[in-house]
């Protein structure tokens, strides 16, 4: 009413987009728009327009600028998690540079199954297998189990980097990288069979010894998942071999679908 008010007022064309309710209480949209019929001597005598329903037009187009925003959000998100893993990665450490691009790898690997999911629940299994593609001409084998269960999109983003990240260490130093070790992956419900653990145990490989200090590498593993997820996460240095496991509630885990009586 303001802006038609306005345009009355100082004899402007008018448009405007706005809902109105039809008779059977149901509201569409509307772009409206109005001119005035001038007389020869400039006065406005009447205003001709036009109401023309928009509402097919418009949720498309809303759709798309939802779309965008949350594109806009994403990739906001991911620029920081760059920037956090550049700031984390000691540029001193040998190897700085491959060390920073496997990272970086393991988030575009996320990005791709979670845009290829449409941003939904992402199957463990699935989660696995594309992000520990890269070990599969290891010298050492690894065994995957577990019965089928889905993360929910932040769960799956933060476990496919622990995930990457501690295949990226057996490959160098563990049981990956020499003839005869393997890495036993395995997902279950918890005791209480409602929330989720996860577990990566290595064997067979170098006699290992826990390190001095800890770096970038042991925050992804577990520091990111307690801090994201309110996962309780275990990592021990056996001589054996590394082993680590997760345990979180079922807020890391997808929702099952309403079902409707």
């Known amino acids: 009413m303001e802006t038609w008010q306005a345009a009355l007022a100082k004899g402007h064309d008018w448009d405007d987009t706005f809902p109105l309710r039809g008779a059977d209480g149901e509201y569409r949209w509307f772009l409206s728009r109005a001119k005035p019929i001038r007389n020869q001597a400039g006065e406005i005598v009447a205003w001709f327009g036009?109401?023309?329903d928009i509402t097919e037009q418009r949720e498309?187009?809303?759709?798309?600028?939802?779309?965008?925003?949350?594109?806009?959000?994403?990739?906001k998100n991911m620029l920081t998690t760059i920037q956090a893993l550049a700031r984390r990665s000691s540029p001193d450490e040998?190897?700085?540079?491959?060390?920073?691009?496997d990272r970086v790898q393991s988030l575009a690997i996320n990005q791709d199954i979670l845009v290829g999911r449409e941003w939904r629940p992402v199957p463990i299994d699935e989660l696995v297998r594309l992000q520990l593609a890269f070990i599969r001409d290891a010298?050492?084998?690894?065994?995957?189990?577990?019965?089928?269960?889905?993360?929910?999109?932040?769960?799956?983003?933060?476990?496919?980097?622990?995930?990457?990240?501690?295949?990226?260490?057996?490959?160098?130093?563990?049981?990956?990288?020499?003839?005869?070790?393997?890495?036993?992956?395995?997902?279950?419900?918890?005791?209480?069979?409602?929330?989720?653990?996860?577990w990566w145990r290595e064997s067979g490989g170098p006699a290992v010894t826990e390190p001095t200090r800890t770096g970038f590498g042991t925050t992804l593993i577990r520091d990111v998942p307690q801090h994201n997820l309110g996962a309780k996460v275990?990592?021990?240095f056996r001589p054996e071999g590394v082993c680590w496991?997760?345990?979180?509630?079922?807020?890391?885990?997808?929702k099952p679908s309403p079902v409707n009586a």
């Not at 040998?94 to 691009?101: I, K």
């Not at 295949?167 to 393997?182: E, F, I, P, Q, R």
């Not at 496991?245 to 997808?254: G, P, Q, T, Y």
């Open 245 to 254: 496991e997760l345990r979180c509630d079922d807020s890391a885990l997808a």
């Open 60 to 75: 498309p187009s809303e759709q798309i600028r939802l779309l965008l925003m949350e594109v806009n959000h994403r990739s």
């Open 234 to 236: 275990e990592l021990t």
């Open 139 to 198: 010298l050492g084998e690894f065994r995957v189990a577990g019965p089928p269960m889905s993360l929910a999109p932040r769960a799956a983003e933060v476990i496919g980097m622990a995930l990457h990240e501690l295949a990226t260490n057996s490959l160098k130093y563990g049981s990956l990288s020499v003839a005869g070790g393997s890495v036993d992956i395995g997902w279950s419900p918890d005791e209480e069979g409602s929330g989720l653990k996860l």
């Open 50 to 52: 036009t109401n023309t």
């Open 94 to 101: 040998e190897g700085f540079l491959a060390r920073f691009e």
